[in-house]
């Protein structure tokens, strides 16, 4: 059923307005679709009965952090499209080793990190790859707007069809604890990553300078100017020879001139313009 056009912008204005997530014309179904089980567990009828109760709400009421949370999209897994993961151990890490041999320090940022598959996908591959590495200062963030999914993903909790997702067997069985149908991340693991709630589209927060930076999938949803800004703003945190991953669909291209695209195997990473 078509919504009132009244609806569908208060609930596109207002998620364009929250995270810069762009839901266009014509997609009232998904406007339902993501709201139908708010609308029931806040004893609203119908969805328009929802958007309702959601204008006579103040914004500081955690009914609108939930209705962000419904909006967006937080689908991800480990080692989700496997070439950003082998360049970072053939090419990336290796030369950060040499790089970084006097600090023993490196620092990478899941950004829009959803239940943290892919901070913790990166934990694995350091562990397993790079021995060497275990008595040197491993600084990994992992942000998200979600609370939902933070949550999630500091308690590092994956039910079946997430834990299949990604991982073989043996990964399973090394870094999880599996209790009924969830699996826990050992905490070794989980002591690796700092989850933290960021918005990337309000005042960054001051963050440390990174070596590499992962934001896929996320920009995807963004505006021009938005992605612009947030581009410029990942310039300003990267280390001068640093890496940023995005996700196969994104790019910098078009968007801002500072950076070049680089192809390691069959991923594409993107460094500042000028770095060795
Ligand atoms: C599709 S998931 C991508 C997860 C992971 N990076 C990957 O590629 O598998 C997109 C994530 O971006 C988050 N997100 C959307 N808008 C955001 C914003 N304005 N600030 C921070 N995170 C945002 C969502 O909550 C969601 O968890």
Redesign the pocket.
């Known amino acids: 059923m078509a919504l009132l056009t009244a609806d569908f912008e208060f609930v596109s204005s207002f998620a364009r307005r ?4 762009i839901i266009e014309p014509g997609k009232d179904y998904f406007v339902e679709s993501r709201l139908s089980s708010l609308a029931s567990i806040n004893a609203c009828a119908s969805v328009p009965e929802f958007i309702n109760l959601l204008r006579k709400t103040p914004t500081s009421h955690p009914l609108h952090g939930k209705v962000l ?1 419904a909006l ?6 480990f080692f ?2 496997i070439a950003p993961f082998d360049a970072l151990r053939e090419t990336i890490i290796p030369k950060l080793i040499t790089q970084r041999a006097a600090q023993r320090s490196l620092s990478f940022w ?6 943290g ?2 901070a913790y996908s990166l934990c694995m591959l350091i562990r397993e790859s790079f021995p060497q590495l275990a008595d040197w200062n491993i600084q990994i963030i992992g ?4 609370a939902t ?1 933070l949550t999630q993903a500091r308690a590092g909790r994956y039910n079946e069809f997430e834990i299949n997702r990604g991982l073989t067997p043996a990964l399973i069985k090394k870094y999880f604890t599996q209790e009924g149908n969830v699996w826990t991340a050992n905490a070794e693991l989980r002591r690796m990553v700092d989850f933290r709630p ?5 005042a960054w927060p001051r963050l440390p300078i990174f070596d590499v930076v ?5 920009m995807i ?2 505006d021009v100017p938005t992605k612009q800004t947030i581009l410029r703003n990942i310039r300003a945190t990267l280390h001068p020879q640093g890496s940023l991953m995005l ?1 196969s669909a994104e790019t910098t291209i078009n968007l801002d001139s500072s950076w070049q695209s680089v192809g390691l195997g069959r991923a594409t990473v993107y460094q500042p313009i000028g770095s060795a």
């Open positions: 929250s995270a810069a997530i949370d967006t999209t937080n689908e991800t897994f989700r499209d899941s950004a829009a990190s959803s239940t598959q892919e942000s998200d707007l979600s999914v960021m918005n990337l589209i309000e992962l934001m896929r999938n996320v949803y963004f996700g």
